[in-house]
Structures are given as structure tokens and as C-alpha cells.
């Protein structure tokens, strides 16, 4: 194992994010915290409770959810994108480097990052509603698993792009608006039953009710089941991940 | 001479049916420096991207110091440093980081001392905390180098390392390359400038269209197929060359006022007392005489124009 590349990566990415402290952390902090004072402390303040929990706290593990998927994308597709662009990903191709060497030092700087953020919406949601968590260890299972498994996606997305739009288009045309309607800001129990049949197709309303269900105790789905579709999304992007590595799609050709 | 760079019957065909290499055969000798030669998308660029694994063969393999590029990649790439043809740079990076970088991400521990040194031998211990994207493009240019040789490798690939540098630096840069030879390091450059290869290299490789047509040593190179031309200025313009001369290899220019003479530089005996005789004896007088030799450019030219 070559830890000192692992190092290596993992420092420049971070190193990165701390010279971009406002556009990696201030600007999502800020963007979360008006939703809780919109949706949380104004709206919320006049709806009734959602599952027996208060709607301003009902929402927090939604929008840290929506932020960590969003960010997580977003880090890691940028941070392997950037290379790519720029032409220093010769650098890497040509280093003693394995796979996974390198997934462990871009993905765990673009997940890191985005638990940091996480927490810190965590944190700032305290400054306007109370809530609970019910499961703490669950609860930073399911931060640090889907922060992990969105930032591989978003990797193998920074892979596939050619172009600076493409790198937009995945999180911004499929992951936002499946975050949206993946039960962020309501019960999927809300629903007709129809739809609500039709929301278990997405696989961001396992992702959320997981999430709540380490908050409150109350879910969508069954809190293991959201739980190993997660581990089931993590395992498909590593294998989609080795596969670019073996073949060299995009990277060595 | 032991090999320390090994490539057999290395082929490389891209998606779209373009063969960039066929059938390259090539071995490079430990701690000489070798220079590879070829117009442009001749495949020089992809030949080294392939051994340095930035892009992966179709067929073929390659050995790096005793180490196969596929199957021990770790080995043989800590052995290679590849200082590419484009100014590839992390902007917003200091020159100090990105070094250090490039160590690490070759798996070695932080040297201090090493990497200040590699920073004073380029002159850029100056610039060690100023960001990549304020330095000029010589100074890029050296970041580049220093990146590649902060791991000590033992193989270093320069592609095109005198594009866009200024005459100074060059020399600067040659200096370097003989300097680390003599520290053991093997340099393969790739070059437009044909003086670069004539000045450094020891062995010549020429390359056109994915084939290799030539390796020869570059003093023998030069000497095989170099030629060399005795140019006479004549008393008085001849209108041709006179039928008792027809048997020399001579040919009139500057409209009749210049008789050449162009002879072989193996041969022992140049012809050209014999020459000077036979055109006394003709009575043609000259005034003046000079001599002169081919370039590696010229024989480069000549090689690749043949096989066109």
C-alpha cells in the first residue's frame, strides 16, 4: 500500500478546500440555514408535526441529507475532473499507484469534507430548531457511508466528464431533483399510495428515511433496508470505479 | 550495455483504427542518453505515455529496469520521472507543495533537504512559496522537472524539453541532463531541436509514422550518412562540367561560379588532392574553397523525406 500517495492526495485535496473556504463550507452552511429559517422556523412554525416529530426538526435530516449528496458529487467530481482538464493527471497515471490508493485519497478528501459540512449544518440547525437523535452511532454510520458512496459517484461522474457541463449535469438534472421528491421535506407516508409506491424507486428516499430514522426513530422504509441499498449503491460504484481503472476508459487511451 | 529500457513488438491502435506504433522494438542502454527523433505525430509521445503507463498498449511489453510496466507497475514507475511536452501545472499550488506532491504521490517520505536541493539546482529555491500561475513559462517549466526528479528516479523521459524556452535556460537545461547522468540517471528526450540532440545525445532513435527506422549511435550516425561538400569559387564560370571530370561527384552552382564536391566522411581517402590535381591539369582555377558538413537536422530530414 502505498500510504505516503495516499497521504499525498488526500493533503491536496483538502488543501484545496482551504483555499476555497467560502465556496466549499460558507456557501452550503449558509444555503441550509435559510432553508431552516424558511421551512423550519417561519413555514414550520405554522405546520403541524410530521410522524409525531415538529416539522422544523422533521426537516434536518433532509436538508443535511441534500447537502451531503449534493457536496459529496460535487467534491470528488471536481477533484479528479480538475486533472483531467488541466492536463496534471499525467502525474497520477504515471505514479505507483493502485486504484484503490487513489479512491482512498480523492474520495475520502471529498467525504471528509463533506461529513465536516454535515456537522457543522448539524450544528448551525441547533441555532434554529431542537431536535433529537436517537441513534448517534447510526447516525454518523449513515453521514459517513452515504458521504463515502455519493463521493464515489460523484468521482466516477468527474471521470466521465468531458466538459465542464457534464459535470453538472448529473447533480443537478437527476440528484437534486430525486433528493427533492426523495422525502427531504415530507413524510412519503404524505402521499397517495399510489405515488408512494412510486417514491421506492428512488433510491434517495432510503438514503433520507435511514437518516431520520437515526434522528427520531421514525422511517419511510425499514431502517436496515435503507442501510444495505446504500451498501448496495456503495458496491456498484466500486465496481464501476475498478472497472474504469482496469480498462482505462477515459483515463488511459 | 545492459538494457534498462526494454520494449518488444509494442503496438498501439487507437479506437478510431489509427495505428500510432507498429511493431516498436527498441532497447535503451543504462545511463546513456538517448534521443528520439520524429516529426510531429510521428508517436514519440505516445511510445513514452505508454512506458511511463499514462496510456495503455495494445500489444506488446515493456520493461523498466527489470520490471514489467503491467504487472509490477509499482516498481518500474518509481524508477521513471516524465517531464511532459505541455506546461501541465497546478495553478494555485506553490511551487514548494507541488514538489512535495509529486514525492509523496511516488511513495516517498518528505525530504526536506532533497527537495531544497532539487529546487536550488533550477533555481527556483527563490520561488519556493510563490503559486505556480504567477512564474513565466521557463520557470513552469522547471517546476516540471523538479516534479519529476523528487522521487530519484533513475529513468527520467523528457518530451520536448526545450519548447518555448528561452536560449539561456536551455543551455541551463543541458547542463542539468549531463549533470544527472553523470549521477547514473538515463534521460531519454524526444526533441524538435535537432541541435539539442546533436549537443547531448549519445545514441540516436528516429521514428516515423509509429515506426522505428533508425537507432544508430550518433557519432557513427553522423559519420554514416553524414556528408561532407568541398565548395570551390571559380577564376571563371564554367557553363558545364568538363567530360574529363564526369567520373567525380561534382556539381556546378551559383551560376557556374561554384564547383561541389561532395565526398564520403568513412572513406580514408577524400579524392580531394586527387580533385585539385585533375582540375589543374583541366585548367580550372579557384579563388577560394570552403568545406562543410551535415547536420543531424539535414540527415534527420533526409531520413524521414526517404521513407515518405
Known amino acids: ?253 | 550495455m545492459e538494457s534498462i529500457i526494454s520494449v518488444t513488438n509494442l503496438n498501439k491502435t487507437y479506437k478510431s483504427g489509427f495505428a500510432a506504433l507498429k511493431n516498436i522494438n527498441l532497447d535503451i542502454r543504462r545511463g546513456e542518453i538517448f534521443a528520439l527523433l520524429g516529426p510531429n505525430g510521428a508517436g514519440k509521445t505516445t511510445l513514452i505515455s505508454i512506458i511511463c503507463g499514462i496510456v495503455n498498449p495494445s500489444t506488446g511489453t515493456v520493461r523498466a529496469d527489470g520490471h514489467d510496466i503491467a504487472r509490477e507497475y509499482r516498481a518500474s514507475r518509481s524508477k521513471i520521472g516524465l517531464v511532459p511536452q505541455e506546461l501541465c501545472t497546478d495553478a494555485f499550488e506553490t511551487v514548494w507543495a507541488t514538489v512535495n506532491f509529486s514525492r509523496g504521490l511516488f511513495g516517498k517520505p518528505n525530504d526536506a533537504a532533497l527537495v531544497e536541493r532539487i529546487l536550488r539546482d533550477l533555481s527556483l529555491w527563490e520561488k519556493r512559496d510563490a503559486k505556480i500561475m504567477t512564474l513565466s513559462g521557463g520557470m513552469k517549466r522547471r517546476v516540471m522537472i523538479a516534479k519529476a526528479l523528487s522521487h530519484e528516479p533513475t529513468i527520467l523521459f523528457l518530451d520536448e524539453p526545450s519548447a518555448g524556452v528561452d536560449v539561456e535556460l536551455r543551455r541551463d537545461m543541458w547542463a542539468m541532463v549531463r549533470g544527472l547522468r553523470e549521477r547514473g540517471v538515463t534521460i531519454i528526450l524526444t526533441t524538435h531541436y535537432i541541435e539539442e540532440a546533436e549537443e547531448m545525445a549519445d545514441r540516436i532513435g528516429v521514428i516515423s509514422k509509429g515506426e522505428i527506422i533508425l537507432i544508430e549511435d550518433k557519432t557513427q550516425l553522423m559519420r554514416k550518412l553524414g556528408k561532407k561538400q568541398l565548395t570551390l569559387q571559380l577564376q571563371s564560370p564554367l557553363a558545364a562540367i568538363p567530360a574529363e571530370l564526369a567520373d567525380q561527384p561534382l556539381e556546378l552552382s551559383a551560376g557556374g561560379t561554384e564547383l561541389i564536391y561532395t565526398f564520403d566522411t568513412q572513406g580514408e581517402q577524400t579524392g580531394i588532392a586527387a580533385l585539385l590535381r585533375r582540375l589543374a591539369d583541366n585548367g580550372i582555377d579557384f579563388k577560394d574553397l570552403r568545406s562543410s558538413e551535415s547536420s543531424l537536422e539535414e540527415i534527420f530530414v533526409s531520413l524521414v523525406s526517404t521513407r515518405a
Open chain 1, 1 to 253: 500500500m502505498n500510504l505516503y500517495a495516499i497521504r499525498a492526495i488526500y493533503r491536496f485535496e483538502m488543501a484545496r478546500t482551504g483555499r476555497t473556504l467560502m465556496q466549499s463550507i460558507a456557501s452550503p452552511v449558509l444555503s441550509t440555514s435559510l432553508y431552516f429559517i424558511v421551512f423550519g422556523a417561519a413555514i414550520g412554525s405554522r405546520m403541524g408535526a410530521v410522524d409525531g416529530v415538529d416539522y422544523g426538526a422533521f426537516i434536518i435530516p433532509g436538508l443535511i441529507m441534500l447537502t451531503l449528496l449534493t457536496e459529496s458529487i460535487s467534491n470528488a467530481s471536481f477533484g479528479i475532473y480538475l486533472p483531467k482538464w488541466s492536463g496534471t493527471i499525467y502525474e497520477l497515471l504515471s505514479a505507483p499507484v493502485s486504484w484503490i490508493e487513489v479512491i482512498i485519497g480523492y474520495v475520502g478528501a471529498a467525504a471528509s469534507k463533506s461529513v465536516i459540512l454535515g456537522l457543522l449544518i448539524l450544528i448551525t440547525a441547533r441555532f434554529f430548531v431542537a431536535y433529537e437523535i436517537a441513534h448517534p452511532f447510526w447516525m454518523v454510520g449513515f453521514l459517513v457511508l452515504t458521504a463515502v458512496t455519493f463521493s464515489l459517484f460523484g468521482f466516477i461522474i468527474g471521470i466521465w466528464a468531458d466538459g465542464f457541463e457534464k459535470l453538472q449535469v448529473i447533480p443537478l438534472m437527476i440528484v437534486t431533483p430525486l433528493t427533492f421528491l426523495g422525502g427531504s421535506f415530507y413524510s412519503i407516508s404524505m402521499l397517495p399510495p399510489f405515488w408512494q409506491k412510486v417514491a421506492l424507486v428512488n433510491p434517495v428516499v432510503y438514503l433520507v428515511s435511514g437518516f431520520r430514522w437515526s434522528f427520531y426513530g421514525v422511517s419511510d422504509v425499514n431502517a436496515g433496508l435503507s442501510f444495505g441499498m446504500t451498501l448496495g449503491f456503495l458496491a456498484l460504484c466500486l465496481f464501476a470505479v475498478r472497472w474504469i481503472f482496469h480498462t482505462g476508459y477515459r483515463l488511459r487511451n
